[in-house]
């Protein structure tokens, strides 16, 4: 059995926008890319499931080989270390340097991979900015930043919200080719937000409910 993320009968809008109203769905490994039109709840179904946003009702629930089923409401903390986001802002902590966040996500994952950070930093262009403070960045290399640190940690779920909006040409083609091997690998399940095309096992349509 390969990695599987379920999530049942999911409940959630903001004030006067119902986004999903009893959605469920059922990710495999690979690389699922998700579309719908602007708006429609792609950024926020995101932030849901990493635990960064609650559920008004559902449920998210991880199956992984040879490990007991998770649910993201019994235990946050375990499970924000299997389930990995990157949004289009950057790192949060932004008075740190680029290179204390790479210390910082060390500490906090178990599955941090100092190689895969530095083979980041590398194809990113980022040793210029790793002694600046993330607020000192340019938006761009913010976004950077946070990939690099998103992609450095092996977890099982890998949650990518615009990983190529306004990245450089070079840094567009190293995602994809990241996404490529994780298409192949077919260990882990990433999912993808992106206007832009990205390499990917499978497309999944959101619609806003009501839209
Ligand atoms: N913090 C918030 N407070 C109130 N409304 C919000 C908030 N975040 C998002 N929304 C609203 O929720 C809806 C869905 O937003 P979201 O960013 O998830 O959509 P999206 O599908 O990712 O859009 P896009 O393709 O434009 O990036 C929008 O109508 C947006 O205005």
Same mark, same amino acid.
């Given at each position: 059995?390969?990695?599987?993320?379920?999530?049942?009968?999911?409940?959630?809008?903001?004030?006067?926008?119902?986004?999903?109203?009893?959605?469920?769905?059922?990710?495999?490994?690979?690389?699922?890319?998700?579309?719908?039109?602007?708006?429609?709840?792609?950024? +926020?179904?995101?932030?849901?499931?990493?635990?960064?946003?609650?559920?008004?009702? %559902?449920?998210?629930?991880?199956?992984?080989?040879? &490990?007991?089923?998770? &649910?993201?409401?019994?235990?946050? #903390?375990?499970?924000?270390?299997?389930?990995?986001?990157?949004?289009?802002?950057?790192?949060? /902590? +932004?008075?740190?340097?680029?290179?204390?966040?790479?210390?910082?996500?060390? &500490?906090?994952?178990?599955? /941090?991979?100092?190689?895969?950070?530095?083979?980041?930093?590398?194809?990113?262009? #980022?040793?210029?900015?790793?002694?600046?403070?993330?607020?000192?960045?340019?938006?761009? +290399?913010?976004?950077?930043?946070?990939?690099? %640190?998103?992609?450095?940690?092996?977890?099982?779920?890998?949650?990518?919200?615009?990983?190529?909006?306004?990245?450089?040409?070079?840094?567009?083609?190293?995602?994809?080719?990241?996404?490529? +091997?994780? #298409?192949?690998?077919?260990?882990?399940?990433?999912?993808?937000?992106?206007?832009?095309?990205?390499?990917?096992?499978?497309?999944?349509?959101?619609?806003?409910?009501?839209?």
């Amino acid at each position: 059995m390969s990695a599987q993320l379920l999530i049942n009968d999911l409940v959630f809008g903001w004030p006067g926008r119902p986004l999903f109203a009893g959605w469920s769905s059922h990710v495999e490994a690979g690389v699922t890319w998700l579309q719908g039109p602007n708006g429609c709840g792609k950024s +926020t179904l995101l932030k849901l499931l990493a635990g960064a946003l609650p559920m008004a009702h %559902g449920s998210a629930r991880l199956r992984l080989p040879g &490990q007991p089923e998770m &649910q993201a409401a019994d235990d946050p #903390l375990a499970w924000r270390q299997q389930v990995v986001w990157s949004g289009p802002d950057g790192p949060p /902590f +932004t008075h740190l340097t680029a290179a204390e966040q790479g210390g910082l996500l060390q &500490q906090l994952y178990p599955a /941090f991979d100092a190689k895969a950070w530095h083979a980041a930093v590398d194809a990113l262009g #980022l040793w210029p900015a790793l002694g600046q403070t993330v607020a000192e960045l340019s938006s761009g +290399t913010r976004r950077k930043v946070g990939l690099a %640190g998103a992609l450095a940690i092996a977890a099982p779920v890998l949650l990518l919200d615009e990983p190529l909006a306004a990245l450089d040409a070079a840094s567009m083609a190293y995602v994809r080719q990241v996404l490529e +091997t994780e #298409l192949a690998a077919a260990r882990r399940i990433v999912l993808v937000v992106s206007h832009e095309p990205v390499p990917a096992s499978r497309v999944q349509i959101i619609r806003a409910a009501g839209d």
